[in-house]
DNA sequence: AAAGTCAGTGAACAACTGTAACCACAATCG
DNA sequence: CGATTGTGGTTACAGTTGTTCACTGACTTT
């Protein structure tokens, strides 16, 4: 049985975390295919051979960072779709829930918005892995609802994916507007809002 | 008055369609950020000093290229929302229509997805520019349909913007299926129209 | 026919890149 | 304890990058 924690492998977790850390920071101006080894271990003050300790290449690391930034939501998805007085009430929290990750997290959702389409392949299959993870989540939560009698599975896994890209789309745009006036970002807030209610309207009346 | 196609500005434009044209089809594998300037000269056969006399930089050839494939794009905006016989059929019609585009302009549909969200500013705003230039003519025609009266200035631009955004996920998606077996694809066009008849059924019970 | 314009060339530059081979030395293990 | 492991450092190499400068020569204008 080996340490699992000893001084050494310590150390190593924490230059490979600061390699993490200084990538995002380093992709807030650029997209993960300019980024270049050395310029990440420069930042870190590590040699740049000390990267290849840690990653195979800064794909392998792109694919790290997702892990990062999406691996933990997943306990948000069911807390999120969770049951509430009413269907206003469970927008606002979903849209607030939102707005807090984003503000919180700034460069790990600029990260994933960035590289989603981006033109690093493993990543973009990452993203896209996670992501369809989110949609199966989501797509069991609306199984459970009482308003999903009578769907059909591809009618349920259609309006998964419709909240999981709504999500995005609404991260993405509280992103674009974190430093704009304030007038900006409630507009924003209302119009996410909106969007989610015309979702809701039209999920309670899909069966007519 | 100069003449407007002298030998001379003729091959001038052609080597700078050139230069577009190699630069989007380097582009399929990376993102603009990471483009070199040499690598779009070498591509097209041109010394890398000639570059400068058509663009400053690539992220100005960026730009340009977002012009080049959202700029003929608008008018498809009139005919796709223009009146159907029913609701259904406008539908198919408009998925068809994306699903040629993509067939037709794949590496145009790619870079818009890529960049959208990509490391270069400029070319982010110039596509966040014309994206926005949809939503207003979007939200100029619904304004005009029989089932927007009594719909608030603000609902309007929220369920054009709304549109937009679930147009380029459809693209993206198609995109994505583009070589995929045919009945994946079935599924992907089936999976889009699903979504916009919900949008639909949202529409006509959003006030009640 | 002479003069001017200007798209494209070729050489040179300093700075940068990924990666290879080899070394140092502290933590770990038998 | 000594032997081993493995993170990180050092040096070096061959390519690549963006940009500059002076240039050629075909087209345009006068």
Do not use: C, N
Not at 160 to 184: C, H, K, N, R, W
Request: charged share 25%.
């Amino acid at each position: 049985m080996s340490h699992t924690s000893g001084v050494r492998q310590a150390q190593k977790r924490k230059t490979r975390q600061a390699l993490l850390d200084a990538a995002l920071g380093l992709l807030e101006e650029q997209s993960l295919s300019s980024l270049g080894l050395r310029e990440v271990t420069r930042a870190v003050g590590v040699a740049p051979t000390a990267f290849y300790r840690h990653f195979h290449s800064t794909a392998d690391l792109g694919v790290a960072l997702v892990e990062e930034a999406l691996g933990s939501l997943h306990p948000m998805i069911r807390t999120t779709l969770s049951p509430a007085e009413d269907d206003d009430e469970r927008i606002a929290r979903a849209v607030e829930l939102i707005a807090g990750h984003v503000a919180a997290h700034p460069a790990h959702v600029r990260f994933i918005a960035r590289e989603r389409h981006g033109g690093v392949q493993p990543v973009r299959r990452a993203i896209r892995e996670q992501l369809a993870r989110f949609a199966e989540e989501v797509r069991a939560e609306l199984a459970t609802d009482a308003s999903a009698a009578g769907w059909s599975e591809a009618d349920l896994r259609m309006l998964a994916g419709l909240y999981v890209d709504q999500m995005l789309i609404t991260a993405s745009l509280f992103l674009e507007t974190l430093d704009a006036p304030e007038e900006e970002r409630r507009r924003a807030v209302e119009t996410a809002r909106r969007q989610l209610r015309l979702i809701s309207v039209g999920r309670r009346h899909w069966l007519d």
